[in-house]
C-alpha cells in the first residue's frame, strides 16, 4: 500500500507532489495512467485493471424502505438495477443526521471527532464546533493526493460558514476536490436555489430554461465522468443529493404518476413495503413491524387526506428524479467504458424525517421569492397544494413511518428508524456475483477505509504538516468478497439520542429517556426491552459509551 506523503523539508511533499503530478501530466498527456506520477497508481487490483474509480452517491432523508430493491413501491429502476449487479447491505448504518453523516462519510472518524457533533452551530466545544477541523482528512484530500482526480456535487453541509465572503477553508476546493458545483448549504428550494456554487463562487441558477436542482447535480455529475475519462486518471466522484429531504418539490409530470397512489394511506403502505422487505430478504421474519409512532394517527382517523396524499406523492417524485438521475451517471459510465473498474456506493445520510416545516422558519437557504418573483407560502399548510416552487412544505411523521419501515422513529434519533440506511455497492472487477444480500454490520466510519484500501493508500498519521485522528471505521473488502469483518463496537450520539451495538446487544436511549437494551438479531424492530432482564450487560455497555464519549469529544445534551 501506498502512504500518504508526509511535509518534510522546506517544501512539503503534499505540495510537490500535485506540481509534479501536473508537470508530467503537460509532458506525457498522452501516455497511459501507469507511467503518470505516482507510478504506484499503476499497480494492479485483484488483477483486473489500475486502481478503480469510485463514485460515492448519498441521498438525503431517504427512508431504508424507500427504494424497490429494500421494499418500496417509488420506481427506483436504476438504483435497482445498481444491486441487481452488485450487492445490497441490510444492517448498514448513518449517524441519525445530515451533518454528522457527512462529516462521518468523509473522514472516517465518528462526526464528534471530526468537529461536527450537532449542526452548523459553533458550541465552542471540540466535538460541536459546527465545522471540518484541522484534525481530519477527507477522502478526497488522501485520494487527491494520491493521483485522484476528485469531483463534487450537490449538497456540502459540514461548513459552519456559508457566506459568500468567507471565510472558505472548509468549501470543497479546500477540503480536497477539484471541482465542485452544488449548495454549501443543506436545505433549499429545488427550482431556485439561493446558495448555489461552483467552485468558489455563488453563481446562481441559469436564467434561461426550466432548472431542477436534482437533474443539475446529475448532468454535472456526468459531465464531470467526461472530464475524468478525458485525463485517462483515477477519479473520486461524490454526488452528494439534497433528494427527497424537503422542501416538497418536483416537476408537475412525475408528481402526476404517484398522485392516486397513496390513498390507501401509510397503515396499508407499512404492511405492503414490510411484506415485500420480507420477500426479498432485506429483513426478517422474526423482526415484527412495529406499530405506529405515538402521535401518528391512523389514517382513516386522519384529516386533510387529499393534502396529505399530495405530500407523499410529491416525495416519491423527489425519489423518482433521483433515481433517474443516477441511472444517467451509470449509463456515462458504461458508454465512456469505466464501469468495470469503477466502485459505485449508494446510501442515505439519516432515515427518513418527521419534520414538520413551520411557517415561522428562516433561513438564508429559505427563498421568499420564487425565481420568477411570486411569494413562496412557507409552511405546512393544508389549504396549500405542495410540490410547486411557490411552497415549501415537508411530508411529515405519518409518511417518515413508512418510509422507515419496519423500523421505530426518524431522522434524529438513534433508534433503527434513524440511522438504518439502504447501502447498495457495485464493483464488477472485484465483485463478479451481483444481486447478493450482505448481512454483516457497516457504518459510515467504514467509507474512507475502503476506498483507501482500494487505493492502495495507507492512512497517515500526518497530513498537510498537521496531526490527524487515527480513522475509526474498518474496510468493508471482506464483506465485499464475501468474507466475515471484524468485530467492532459501534457508538451513536446526536442531541442527546445515543447507542451503542455490540455484537447482537444495542443500548439506545431516546433523549432524555433511560437507557433500553435490545437482542438486535431477534428484536431489530426494538419492540422487546430487555434492560431490566439483563442490568449486568446495560452496565458494561454503557460503560463503554462513557469511554467512547470522552474519547471523541462526545458531551451529554445541553451541557
Not at 469531483?151 to 456540502?156: I, N, P
Not at 483515477?234 to 443529493?241: D, I, N, Q, S, T
Request: some cysteine; charged content about 20%; proline content about 8%.
Amino acid at each position: 500500500m501506498r502512504t500518504v506523503p508526509k511535509s518534510t523539508g522546506s517544501c512539503p511533499a503534499y505540495l510537490l507532489v500535485p506540481l509534479l503530478r501536473r508537470i508530467a501530466t503537460l509532458l506525457v498527456a498522452s501516455v497511459p495512467i501507469c507511467l503518470s506520477i505516482p507510478p504506484a497508481s499503476c499497480e494492479e487490483y485483484p488483477n483486473k485493471g489500475s486502481v478503480p474509480n469510485i463514485v460515492l452517491i448519498l441521498a438525503d432523508d431517504l427512508g431504508f424502505s424507500d427504494l424497490g430493491c429494500y421494499g418500496g413501491e417509488i420506481l427506483t429502476p436504476n438504483l435497482d438495477k445498481l444491486a441487481k449487479g452488485g450487492l445490497r447491505f441490510t444492517h448498514f448504518y448513518n449517524c441519525g443526521r445530515g451533518c454528522p453523516t457527512r462529516a462521518a462519510l468523509l473522514t472516517g472518524l465518528y462526526p464528534h471527532q471530526a468537529g461536527l457533533g450537532h449542526m452548523m452551530n459553533d458550541y465552542r466545544r471540540p466535538g460541536y464546533r459546527g465545522n471540518l477541523n484541522k484534525e481530519c482528512a477527507t477522502i478526497a484530500e488522501l485520494l487527491q493526493t494520491a493521483g485522484y482526480q476528485t469531483y463534487a456535487c450537490g449538497k456540502w453541509h459540514v461548513s459552519r460558514f456559508i457566506d459568500s465572503r468567507g471565510p472558505k477553508h472548509n468549501w470543497p476546493l479546500q477540503r480536497g476536490f477539484d471541482s465542485f458545483l452544488g449548495t454549501i448549504h443543506g436545505a433549499g428550494s429545488y427550482f431556485d436555489p439561493v446558495t448555489l456554487c461552483r467552485d468558489d463562487h455563488f453563481v446562481g441558477r441559469p436564467e434561461q430554461g426550466e432548472y431542477y436542482y436534482t437533474d443539475a447535480i446529475s448532468d454535472r455529475a456526468a459531465e464531470y465522468l467526461e472530464q475524468a475519462a478525458r485525463s485517462r486518471k483515477p477519479f473520486f466522484l461524490y454526488v452528494a443529493y439534497s433528494a427527497p429531504h424537503w422542501p416538497l418539490h418536483a416537476p408537475e409530470h412525475v408528481v402526476a404518476r404517484y398522485r392516486a397512489q397513496y390513498g390507501v394511506g401509510w397503515d396499508e403502505l407499512r404492511v405492503a413495503r414490510y411484506r415485500r422487505q420480507l420477500a426479498l430478504g432485506v429483513i426478517e421474519s422474526k423482526w415484527p413491524l412495529s406499530p405506529r409512532e405515538p402521535g401518528v394517527p391512523a389514517w382513516v382517523k386522519t384529516q386533510h387526506l387529499r393534502w396529505q396524499q399530495e405530500r407523499m406523492a410529491v416525495y416519491a417524485a423527489q425519489v423518482d428524479v433521483m433515481d433517474r438521475g443516477i441511472g444517467r451517471v451509470l449509463e456515462k459510465l458504461r458508454a465512456l467504458g469505466l464501469e468495470q473498474n469503477t466502485l459505485v456506493m449508494f446510501l442515505s445520510d439519516n432515515g427518513a424525517s418527521a419534520e414538520e416545516v413551520g411557517a415561522h422558519w428562516q433561513g438564508p437557504h429559505i427563498p421568499k421569492k420564487t425565481h420568477d418573483g411570486r411569494t413562496v407560502v412557507l409552511g405546512n399548510n393544508p389549504n396549500v397544494t405542495p410540490g410547486p416552487d411557490s411552497t415549501y412544505q415537508s411530508y411529515g411523521s405519518g409518511w417518515a413511518t413508512a418510509s422507515n419501515t419496519p423500523f421505530r422513529l426518524f431522522k434524529h434519533y438513534a433508534h433503527e428508524g434513524g440511522i438504518a440506511t439502504p447501502f447498495i455497492v457495485r464493483f464488477p472487477a472485484a465483485i463478479p456475483q451481483g444481486n447478493r444480500l450482505v448481512h454483516e454490520v457497516g457504518h459510515v466510519i467504514d467509507v474512507m477505509p475502503t476506498c483507501l484500501e482500494l487505493a492502495k493508500i495507507t492512512y497517515p498519521s500526518i497530513y498537510a504538516g498537521r496531526t490527524i485522528k487515527p480513522i475509526e471505521g474498518q474496510s468493508l473488502l471482506p464483506a465485499l468478497q464475501g468474507r466475515t469483518l471484524a468485530p467492532r463496537v459501534l457508538f451513536w450520539e446526536h442531541e442527546g439520542n445515543r447507542a451503542v451495538r455490540d455484537g447482537k446487544w444495542k443500548l439506545v436511549s431516546r433523549h432524555p429517556g433511560p437507557w433500553e437494551l435490545y437482542d438486535i438479531t431477534a428484536d431489530r424492530t426494538e419492540l422487546n426491552d430487555l434492560a431490566e432482564k439483563f442490568p449486568v450487560i446495560v452496565k458494561d455497555l454503557a460503560e463503554s459509551y462513557e469511554k467512547w464519549a470522552q474519547r471523541c469529544d462526545v458531551l451529554p445534551w445541553g451541557k
